[in-house]
């Protein structure tokens, strides 16, 4: 028997996202339509080809998945729109192959250290099962561009981004930072 | 008006002969009067006793202690590769990556007990039992198999189902941790091991191609990948090691997150 099943008649936090959920998962998924746009302006500009143009359209792929996935929780909250601030700050940055990379790996680990937080402050377990799953990806993705096209130890280890997770939902903990 | 009243003699005495025989039969299938019972009647073969699975509560100490188990798991994995110098040639480059992996392990071992601590729970300071007796040893044993030329790959594919495995761990729990705050602080640990699995997941098939999800077209099998699926899986690892047979298959070996008889509860110690 699963061990979500047999524990869950003693503890029942809720299934479905509470309403301070929607909140969390709504700036979740504008973070992520805008990172999803980023990649889609880089595999547009024709600057990358073969095998690492591929990987970034998957990559793309992915963070639009992720966006869909929170889209299904969200319902008709969901604005579907990306966050403008995030885009804006990031996409003047993409300009050399070099600071390409270097610009993608910082917002896949600014990703994955902001759904931590917000994954701290979620009741509703769907959410927190989805953003979970998504968390383990955005690492991957992160520690991919540490190591291609040549290794770093500690660029594929280290995530040295702070959370631009909304101020709410930053926990107690001296590990995070929260962007105003 | 009952049908019992139709019957003729003849049916009586069929039914009376029925109900006498089934009695009959039916003692002769229970216990018999000074014969001993034992356990291996209608069995080939001596059967061996059972042993009840080790169970109890599963509580959010419970979930975290069986965590700390598997961080010891890899400490004692890593720690055997850089002391046992399991990685030579090209890989022998890769021990201060190991010692790195073992730091971390150490690091959210350390953390991992301390949220137990803080929880009224008891540290738990050791490898989870069974995952090493089933996964791990039996790894080991095919890796050092007499003729396996792959010794230093293989290790490296061991390690990179261990992170794997840890990865999908944390990520398991999620559902089943009832503080929110929980959730999160094993998912910060969650991130690390995967960015463990991403960098031996380029040793063992380097390159942009193999980022993403491939399948060996001699064997069917799928290749290792640094980011298998877009969405963080929850599925059996498979990983292959030991000597390859004529047709270049090695043995797998599947792994699958500690469930109910794998758990570290409250009555487990060390």
Redesign the interface.
Known sequence: MPIAKQRAPRSAPPKQPTSNDKQLLAFAQEAELAVHDLYATVVSSSKFTGDEAAMLSMFTEHHKAYAQAINGLLGKEATNRRNESIYQTYVGQLTTMQSIYATLQALENTLAKTHIDILGNLEGIDGAQLVASIITAEARHAAVFGTLPTLSLSSALDNPAASIAPASSAPATPETTVAP | MSNFENLSRRELLRISALSIGGTAFLAACGKQSGVQSSANIASAGSVPSLQPANSG??TDIV?LRTAASLEYNAIDTYNMVIEDGLLTGDFAKLS??AK?FRD?HVAHAAAINSLVVSLGGKAHECANERVDRLYIQPALKLITTEGNEDTSRDVVALAHALENLA?QTY??????L?S??L???A??I???E??????LA?VLNP???S??PTVNEATGKANVA??P?????LAIIQVSLGKANAEGVKPSLNMETP??NG?IYDNVTC
């Open positions: 509560d599963i979930l201060d990556a790195r971390d990865t990520q398991g729990v999620v559902g089943s009832t929110p705050k959730r999160g602080d998912m910060r969650a991130h690390d995967a960015r463990h699995a991403v960098v380029q390159g942009f191609a980022v993403g640094s980011v699926s877009a969405f963080g899986a469930s109910l758990l």
